[in-house]
Every structure is written in structure tokens, then in C-alpha cells.
């Protein structure tokens, strides 16, 4: 069965600074990744997906992602971080062939200090 | 843009009591889940359907159903609630994006407080 590990609980950056966080899958075949966010209160958003192709992905709200096949890894990376995207983020697998069920991490909340 | 709605963003019910959360979608989309997400645990999966009428427990099924009448609408029903499941629910439902992949639009959520 896959699963997915943010190793960070919770971060703190300062305002500007670059950011990323990490993600590891476990499943053999090939699979497809999600980056999630959700300010508090709310549901998810989508940020970025990766499906095929390149291994680089740009999402919304300047975030991209590389999926790392060999690190079995999917780091999310921003390179300057705005207060607005304190929150919290979760990577998510889901197999190839479409399988209708996802598996998230356990979330990485991020702190944006002024 | 996929809507997913939430009737009932905040709830507070007491021991026993029967609770229902509703989730309706907009695009047409045949797959809808219900996630159950706690502090420390991230989101764990209830149940999802595939169809009409059909559904599939999740991983932590117990002490909940659902019910898919139409396919636009999907239930999750509490028969008797517990203190234990106070939490907050997601819906989701799942259809094809504008470059032709599978994604999840959320629901903003239903906090349920049971006393």
C-alpha cells in the first residue's frame, strides 16, 4: 500500500525568505502527486499535480515542485514566502490507473514570521 | 470552477444524537469521498461512491454511513455520535481538470463539536 511522509511538523520562515517543504512517497509503480493547502478554517486547494512528463511542476500562487523518482521525493519549494501562505500543506499519492483514493502526509504547518 | 458546498460549516450535537452532513457538487462528477481530518493524523478516508447508490468504505468506517441518492449529493450520517468523532469533515469530489487529470476539489469543511 503506498503512504506518504512529510517529515516536518511544522516550520517557521521569515517573510521573503525561500522555502521548501518536503515529501516522500513509498508505492512501486508510478504514481501521482498532489501539494494541498489549506488556511485554517478551510477546506483544501489544489497547488500542483504531477501526473507524467516533466518532473518540474509550477502550481498557482508561485509554488512549484520536483518529483525525484530515485529520492522517491516531491518537495514543494517557493522562493520567496509571503505572510499570506501561513497555513498548512499536505502532499498526497495516488496510483496510477486512477485510483479513486488519495494518501495524504500528516500536513506541514508553516509559520511566516513578519 | 468545480463547487463542492457544505451545507453546515459548524455543528455542536450531543451524545446520541443522529447527525447528518451534506455535501452537494456541481460538475457532474461521479466519485465523491468523505475525509475525516484530526490534528496529528491528517485526513483519514470515511467512505467514498463511485455512483449513484454506490459506496465503498474508507479506512475508518466505523460508526458511519452514507447514502448517495443522487449524484450530486452525498451524506455522511452519524447514527449515534460519539465524543471521539469530533472533528472536522471534508467533502470531496473528484472529476477531470482543464489538462484532462483526476483531481480533488474539497469542500471548505464541516466542524462537528459532539458534547
Known amino acids: 500500500a503506498q503512504s506518504v511522509t512529510q517529515p516536518d511538523i511544522h516550520i517557521t520562515v521569515s517573510e521573503g525568505a525561500s522555502l521548501e517543504l518536503r515529501c516522500n512517497y513509498s508505492?512501486?509503480?508510478?504514481?501521482?502527486l498532489f501539494w494541498y493547502v489549506q488556511s485554517p478554517g478551510q477546506g483544501l486547494q489544489l497547488l500542483l499535480k504531477?501526473?507524467?512528463?516533466?518532473?518540474l511542476v509550477q502550481g498557482i500562487k508561485g509554488f512549484e515542485a520536483e518529483f525525484k523518482r530515485s529520492q522517491s521525493s516531491f518537495n514543494l519549494r517557493k522562493p520567496s514566502v509571503h505572510w499570506s501562505d501561513a497555513a498548512e500543506y499536505f502532499c498526497?499519492?495516488?496510483?496510477?490507473?486512477?485510483?479513486?483514493?488519495?494518501?495524504f502526509g500528516k500536513g506541514t504547518k508553516l509559520t511566516v514570521n513578519p | 470552477d468545480v463547487k463542492v458546498t457544505q451545507s453546515s460549516r459548524y455543528l455542536v450535537k450531543r451524545t446520541g444524537e443522529k447527525v447528518f452532513l451534506e455535501c452537494v457538487q456541481d460538475?457532474?462528477?461521479?466519485?465523491m469521498f468523505w475525509y475525516r481530518q484530526d490534528p496529528g493524523l491528517g485526513l483519514r478516508l470515511i467512505y467514498f461512491?463511485?455512483?449513484?447508490?454506490?459506496?465503498e468504505k474508507g479506512d475508518i468506517p466505523e460508526g458511519y454511513s452514507v447514502s448517495r441518492e443522487k449524484k450530486e449529493r452525498f451524506s455522511l450520517i452519524l447514527e449515534s455520535a460519539s465524543t471521539n468523532q469530533t472533528s472536522m469533515y471534508l467533502c470531496?469530489?473528484?472529476?477531470?481538470?482543464?489538462?484532462?487529470?483526476?483531481?480533488?476539489?474539497f469542500g471548505a469543511g464541516s466542524r462537528l463539536t459532539v458534547l
Open positions: 460538475m457532474d462528477h461521479e466519485n
Open positions: 498526497a499519492v495516488g496510483v496510477e490507473g486512477g485510483s479513486e483514493k488519495l494518501v
Open positions: 504531477y501526473f507524467s512528463g516533466d518532473t
Open positions: 461512491s463511485y455512483d449513484v447508490k454506490m459506496k
Open positions: 508505492y512501486g509503480a508510478t504514481p501521482y
Open positions: 470531496a469530489s473528484r472529476g477531470r481538470d482543464f489538462s484532462g487529470a483526476n483531481v480533488l476539489t
